[in-house]
């Protein structure tokens, strides 16, 4: 076999193309991070199974420009196994069967049907009109109109806390959860208006290590502010 093993960094690159093959196994380990990027697209195929696992952290899907399929020739599972299941749109959710439909919007709640509708319950009560609002989360910076990273220094000699875990919730309910980077900047957190933020620094086991406040308050359209630290306690 061939080994190539440095103490320090390995950078491979080519103007055309990198081919990686093995007939046996492939594996990629990295004591902190692994990231891909790629230009156009980005493509995953197995023939058997796909497993997706975090121990720890949230799993976080987004499509920033358009829509996302999830499609099974069998049984779709959606289960949350300790809290909730939270289905939200900015205009309509709707459950459809052959022949059947049930579809919330801003108009109502409407159950269209050719067949049988049945309601079984041990009480039917009628009440006035209540409409929640309903925070959709921001995930692009054109789409906010404040946004702010956060510096994760320790309080008491003002270093910088690089790869350090943290946890940032929001005063309406959302929560950004990740790693700092390099320089001990946090991911860009975003909103419509002014929010409270809760930073939390997390030990790797993901217990609870240090917490201070601080606001989301930076104009999207502002520029040279520095951002704020976020001060262990």
């Known amino acids: 076999g061939t080994a190539i093993t440095t103490a320090r960094s ?128 921001v995930a692009h910076i054109k789409d906010a109109k404040v946004a702010e990273h956060f510096v994760l220094v320790e309080r008491e000699s003002g270093w910088v806390l690089p790869q350090q875990r943290y946890r940032i919730t929001l005063d309406d309910g959302r929560v950004i959860e990740g790693t700092s980077s390099s320089h001990g900047e946090t991911e860009l957190a975003m909103s419509e208006s002014l929010q409270i933020a809760t930073l939390e620094l997390l030990r790797q086991d993901g217990s609870l290590l240090a917490t201070s406040c601080a606001a989301i308050t930076k104009d999207v359209k502002s520029k040279g502010a520095n951002a704020p630290e976020g001060k262990a306690t």
């Not at 069998?74 to 900015?90: E, F, K, P």
């Not at 509708?117 to 009480?123: M, N």
């Not at 009440?127 to 309903?134: I, K, L, T, W």
């Open 10 to 137: 390995v950078h491979v690159a080519a103007d055309e193309h990198i081919a990686l093959t093995s007939i046996g196994h492939m594996a990629i380990a990295a004591g902190r991070s692994i990231y891909a990027s790629a230009r156009k697209a980005f493509s995953l195929f197995v023939k058997k199974g796909l497993r997706l696992i975090t121990g720890g952290g949230k799993v976080e899907i987004q499509a920033q420009q358009n829509g996302i399929e999830i499609i099974a020739k069998q049984v779709l599972d959606l289960i949350s196994t300790t809290d909730s299941i939270r289905l939200t749109a900015a205009k309509s959710i709707e459950l459809k069967v052959d022949g059947t439909a049930v579809r919330l919007g801003p108009e109502g709640f409407q159950v269209l049907t050719g067949g049988l509708c049945h309601l079984y319950a041990g009480d039917h009560q009628t009440f006035g009109p209540q409409a929640p609002p309903v925070k959709m989360p």
